[in-house]
């Protein structure tokens, strides 16, 4: 048995547990900072609460739906991916009590911790859609923020003959705020190869009153959505689905007043509302009241917890002004890996995360807006070019590059900067 194993063998007393770290959440977020921390100090006692076997690439859940990735492809067993040296606790947790450094598991089992780095992921929230959770999977009604659903959406895309082909948007933060789009992009493309685009009607229905937050990327969505003939209705958000009569309900403001109509749909591709998990928003760290509340509550440039010194949070779970992806965790996980080890060396926690994050909007086979931006909307990009152009160069980054540095580069705490992409591209 190596020194760390004994030594946590040693912090299992009376069926509690005790670890230097413990980092909530094994998904992107947490293996990627437990990596990174691990390659900074293998001596670190650390250990990763997160019960589920399997890790998902989630990102290519859109191109599985697009036809152009598999669903298997996008997967590995969990235990895979825990670093060495990592402890991992399969277990769902249940609630914290940060006034005792204390993560207390469905199972009752009490985890002490001297830092906790918490980063569970998001919620998807199906039942706030009333009929949803019944129709979802059959007659046309899928989803691509499911691996359940994902082949789904290609089959149903396929199977289309003609007539309403809806994609919603919710109005809640979600994960992968482009997504609902790319979708609609690609089966566009599909139903004109297919000979069918003429019998179609593509609607995007958006709670918003824009294509995209960054207005320069909005722009160039709004030449898309023109170039490609798609209505888009703002102000709508779906409230219910009607699979008897395949119609979907939607609640429109007016600005005056909140209105109900019914659509009819054909194919209707959900993007469902989103919050954090319940034993998030039940907890003293989430924020409490305003615009986050429910998400935790850290500041945004360190991402150290505004109340609980010895807390630190990232991912979607963050409660941050910004889009909650992959590529916003590649740059949150080294600010709270140089801060956590600062807090454990005593000297002071300055390192800053400037809200970067990416959403690669792909416009259609081959084509990928890179839409590179911060915490002020401003685009910016790692690739010397103007992000705001759809570009096949950004298609074979999403496609396949992408894909292969989150399990090799990103997963295993090493350098994920977009030299190493220039050097490709």
Known sequence: MSILNQQISANITNNKLTHQIVIVGGGAAGITVAAQLLKKDRNLDLAIIEPSEKHYYQPAWTLVGGGQYQIENAVKDEQDCIPNGAKWIKAYVEKFDPDHNLVITRDRQEIKYNYLIVCPGIQIDWHLIQGLKEAIGKDGVTSNYSKDYAPYTWESINKFSGGNAIFTYPVTPIKCGGAAQKIMYMTDETLRKRGVRNKSNIIFCTPGAKMFGVPEYSESLDKVIKEKNIEVKFKHNLKAIKPETKEAIFTVNTGTEIEEISIKYDLLHVTPPMSAPEFIKNSKLAVQNGSMQGWVDVNQYTLQHNLYANVFSLGDVAGLPTSKT????????????????????????????????????????????????????????????????????????????????????????????????????
Request: glycine share 4%; hydrophobic share 40%; charged share 20%.
């Open 326 to 425: 992959a590529a916003a965790i590649r740059k949150q996980a080294p600010v709270v890996v140089k801060n956590i080890l600062s807090l454990i060396q005593s000297r002071q926690v300055n390192e800053e995360y400037n809200g970067y994050t990416c959403c690669p909007l792909i416009t259609g086979y081959g084509k990928v807006i890179m839409a590179e931006f911060n915490y002020e909307n401003k685009p910016i990009s790692s690739f010397l070019l103007n992000p705001t152009k759809p570009r096949y160069s950004m298609w074979l980054v999403k496609r396949y590059a992408l894909p292969w540095l989150y399990w090799n580069r990103m997963l295993k705490g090493e350098p994920f900067e977009p030299d190493i992409l220039r050097e490709l591209f």
